[in-house]
């Protein structure tokens, strides 16, 4: 969205950062698992059959060849089967350490050695060795056959085999989520079963789109009966040369589209068009009610930029919804992009509790918003009556998080839009502005980062950046990358917004500001240990494009800094004066003129004025004229799901629509009647600027699996 407790307490927070999703193995040491304050815990990958740990603690090393791990207990995540051992370290809050067979053979990270700053559960697969073979017999036959189980991150994977006479029909046979609970479904493991006298099989794996996973062209072989186990070894997203590993592409904003729409989109079009990505809406949990309209509307978009916390569900779907949609984009070549809102949490008296306010003569009251999970949350305004939670008086409280109200930053209106003071600290249009000068909030603000990258995103979009500040920016991405090891994963990207115009002397062009996010946040940012490759990989969004870049008469930072688009969520609101485009940009909901507004498209793919790296293309939904701009997803439509129970009418509703539909074309406006979901990336003129602007040749309707006339 566009912005111009007790320490014992604390301590909970790492109980709500979910175990993150193995996508593949690691180069180094790897954070698996934020801390549970248990300590240190590695895993390690290896062929040897009796590692040993060398380590110190920073008190001195171990005497070598150290200490012997453990085979990992961890059947789900590590198995021991598959070559993983442990080592635990209860007291330890910051570890150097290598590897070592016992008899002289070391693994040390290329002699960089490895090195870990922070509690937490970590994995690293050996570079000295090479670990167990990837099919493996953990229970020998009972009897009843051979049985396969395949862990994955596809949701719908199928088995193509030979028995020993012929190889099945392509794509093979659709394997079932598994119902053993060694290998639980809930973290990716399907079976398939071979009854007896079955004892042999050579096979492979697909995703049923054309997406195989072949053991590296060796294939998987069982050689008897029994348990086998396989761990994809395709977890990798696939992408042509020219997008550079993820540092080069064109990112579609899917805005308003739900999860399992997403997938669709990703298998059906998004890899084949050659788009790099996708960015969705931010998917921590947010504002939900289905019985207190806002002005009328049930649920309007912008309530997703009110975080109730950092737990990923979402009205767009809930985690276990999210990380299938992720894999399914990856596996089809398509990487995906968080939005990430961590500058404030709800707007004050949008909480759990009633409220009440004066107007003229009357006492206005509305009663308790809820969330996508339930989360219960609490703000002082406009509020009555005693905390449900706490018992106490109403106070800033977002226990799911934890965030206290010492986590806030005092109530200040902000009306300034070149005082520093005002832009980092104040309440924007009332939203609870978190302080993040404290150490506490920048922590758990890049562990909300770690999880995003743990769960499959390849990297996001920092909302309001502008109001979170250079100094706590280059803090949180220091923390950040301290927590990946030491570094950003290698296809990593993110945007900040910074909406800029008169201001742009204070916030870009005068390095000697105080608050300037161009030359002064990359200062942060090398302060806080990042690399100069990492800081190439953490861009500016440019408000200044297309009409006014570069904003301070020539490029302070390389134009390969800055990601670009034509029309964004936030300008498409009646009165928004977010960005200044001119006659130079189209806002296709606004001007309702599909050839001008493909035009800008194209164009925004063909210049060649600049070395942009990163562009996105808003696809997005038409609104009302009556003011109903909520998605249409369903939990704006006031004909399905209100509850009139608390006396309120819901008079200005956004009616479902299915996002996702086969085949279709692109600019799906419909002579732009509310509530049509656009698809301007399915385009063919978008898409053939695009492909030509990464390397790639032009395609026809039909190489796209565009069916419908367009």
């Known amino acids: 969205m566009s912005r111009t407790a007790s320490s014992g307490s604390r301590l909970a927070i790492s109980t709500l950062l979910a175990a993150l999703l193995l996508v593949g193995v690691a180069n180094a040491q790897t954070l698996f698992k934020a801390s549970d304050g248990t300590g240190m815990h590695v895993f390690y990958r290896t062929g040897w059959t009796a590692p040993f740990i060398h380590y110190t603690t920073g008190s001195g090393w171990t005497t070598s060849p150290g200490y012997t791990m453990t085979a990992s207990n961890d059947s789900t995540n590590f198995p021991a089967a598959l070559g993983w051992f442990r080592y635990d370290l209860p007291a330890a809050t910051s570890l150097e350490f290598v590897f070592n067979n016992g008899n002289g053979v070391w693994d040390n990270n290329a002699n960089a050695n490895y090195k870990i700053s922070v509690a937490g559960t970590w994995q690293l697969t050996s570079t000295a060795s090479t670990p167990?073979?990837?099919?493996?017999?953990?229970?020998?036959?009972?009897?009843?056959?051979?049985?396969?189980?395949?862990?994955?991150?596809?949701?719908?994977?199928?088995?193509?085999?030979?028995?020993?006479?012929?190889?099945?029909?392509?794509?093979?046979?659709?394997?079932?989520?598994?119902?053993?609970?060694?290998?639980?479904?809930?973290?990716?493991?399907?079976?398939?079963?071979?009854?007896?006298?079955?004892?042999?099989?050579?096979?492979?794996?697909?995703?049923?789109?054309?997406?195989?996973?072949?053991?590296?062209?060796?294939?998987?072989?069982?050689?008897?009966?029994?348990?086998?186990?396989?761990?994809?070894?395709?977890?990798?997203?696939?992408?042509?040369?020219?997008?550079?590993?993820?540092?080069?592409?064109?990112?579609?904003?899917?805005?308003?589209?739900p999860y399992d729409d997403i997938a669709q989109e990703c298998s059906d079009f998004l890899g084949k068009a050659g788009y790099m990505g996708v960015k969705i809406n931010p998917p921590q949990e947010s504002v939900l009610t289905d019985a207190w309209p806002q002005s009328g509307q049930r649920n309007p978009w912008y309530f997703v930029y009110q975080p109730v916390s950092y737990r990923l569900y979402s009205r767009l779907g809930t985690r276990a919804q999210l990380r299938a949609m992720i894999q399914t984009c990856r596996s089809n070549g398509?990487?995906?992009?968080?939005?990430?809102?961590?500058?404030?949490?709800?707007?004050?008296?949008?909480?759990?509790?009633?409220?009440?306010?004066?107007?003229?003569?009357?006492?206005?009251?509305?009663?308790?918003?809820?969330?996508?999970?339930?989360?219960?949350?609490?703000?002082?305004?406009?509020?009555?009556?005693?905390n449900d939670y706490t018992g106490a008086r109403p106070a800033l409280e977002y226990p799911a998080v934890p965030f206290g109200p010492t986590d806030f930053h005092c109530e200040r209106t902000l009306n300034s839009w070149t005082d520093p003071l005002q832009l980092e600290t104040g309440w924007l249009v009332g939203l609870t502005?978190?302080?993040?000068?404290?150490?506490?909030?920048?922590?758990?603000?890049?562990?909300?980062?770690?999880?995003?990258?743990?769960?499959?995103?390849?990297?996001?979009?920092?909302?309001?950046?502008?109001?979170?500040?250079?100094?706590?920016?280059?803090?949180?991405?220091?923390?950040?990358?301290?927590?990946?090891g030491g570094s950003l994963p290698a296809d990593f990207i993110s945007w900040g917004e910074v909406i800029m115009g008169g201001e742009a002397s204070l916030l870009a062009c005068d390095s000697s500001s105080g608050y300037n996010f161009y030359t002064g946040l990359d200062a942060e940012y090398a302060a806080?240990?990042?690399?100069?490759?990492?800081?190439?990989?953490?861009?500016?969004?440019?408000?200044?494009?297309?009409?006014?870049?570069?904003?301070?008469?020539?490029?302070?930072?390389?134009?390969?800094?800055?990601?670009?688009?034509?029309?964004?969520?936030?300008?498409?609101?009646?009165?928004?004066?977010?960005?200044?485009?001119?006659?130079?940009?189209?806002?296709?909901?606004?001007?309702?003129?599909?050839?001008?507004?493909?035009?800008?498209?194209?164009?925004?793919?063909?210049?060649?004025?600049?070395?942009?790296?990163?562009?996105?293309?808003?696809?997005?939904?038409?609104?009302?004229?009556?003011?109903?701009?909520?998605?249409?997803?369903?939990?704006?439509?006031?004909?399905?799901?209100?509850?009139?129970?608390?006396?309120?009418?819901?008079?200005?509703?956004?009616?479902?629509e299915k996002a996702f539909v086969a085949g279709s074309c692109g600019y799906t406006v419909e002579s732009f009647a509310g509530g049509k979901y656009t698809r301007v990336h399915r385009d063919l003129s978008i898409v053939n600027a695009m492909r030509s602007w990464v390397g790639l040749s032009s395609v026809s309707l039909a190489d796209i699996g565009i069916t419908k006339s367009c």
């Open 132 to 257: 167990p073979s990837t099919t493996v017999l953990t229970a020998a036959s009972d009897g009843t056959g051979l049985h396969v189980y395949f862990q994955t991150g596809w949701t719908a994977p199928y088995i193509h085999y030979n028995t020993g006479s012929a190889w099945t029909t392509s794509p093979g046979k659709l394997m079932a989520a598994s119902s053993d609970s060694t290998y639980p479904a809930s973290v990716g493991w399907f079976q398939y079963d071979f009854a007896a006298p079955q004892a042999s099989l050579t096979f492979v794996f697909n995703n049923g789109n054309g997406v195989w996973d072949n053991n590296n062209n060796a294939n998987y072989v069982a050689s008897s009966a029994g348990k086998w186990i396989v761990m994809s070894t395709n977890n990798a997203v696939t992408q042509p040369s020219g997008m550079k590993g993820g540092q080069k592409g064109a990112i579609v904003d899917l805005f308003g589209w």
């Open 433 to 484: 502005d978190l302080n993040t000068e404290k150490t506490y909030v920048r922590e758990r603000i890049a562990q909300y980062f770690v999880d995003l990258l743990g769960i499959g995103f390849s990297g996001l979009r920092l909302d309001a950046l502008k109001h979170i500040g250079p100094v706590d920016a280059g803090a949180i991405y220091g923390l950040l990358s301290k927590y990946m």
């Open 528 to 656: 806080n240990g990042i690399s100069a490759t990492d800081i190439a990989k953490l861009k500016i969004w440019s408000s200044d494009y297309p009409k006014e870049f570069p904003i301070c008469g020539s490029w302070i930072l390389p134009s390969s800094r800055f990601v670009i688009q034509n029309d964004d969520h936030d300008q498409q609101n009646d009165g928004s004066s977010s960005r200044d485009m001119g006659d130079s940009g189209s806002v296709l909901i606004k001007d309702k003129d599909v050839a001008k507004h493909r035009s800008f498209e194209v164009s925004l793919f063909s210049r060649t004025d600049a070395d942009w790296q990163i562009k996105v293309v808003l696809s997005s939904y038409t609104f009302f004229s009556n003011g109903a701009a909520g998605f249409p997803d369903g939990y704006s439509d006031c004909s399905s799901g209100f509850d009139s129970s608390q006396g309120q009418s819901c008079t200005i509703s956004m009616p479902y």
């Open 334 to 386: 398509v990487r995906v992009y968080a939005d990430a809102v961590v500058n404030h949490m709800t707007g004050g008296g949008n909480d759990i509790l009633s409220h009440r306010y004066a107007s003229g003569s009357s006492c206005v009251t509305w009663g308790a918003k809820s969330s996508a999970k339930q989360s219960p949350y609490y703000t002082h305004s406009y509020t009555y009556g005693a």
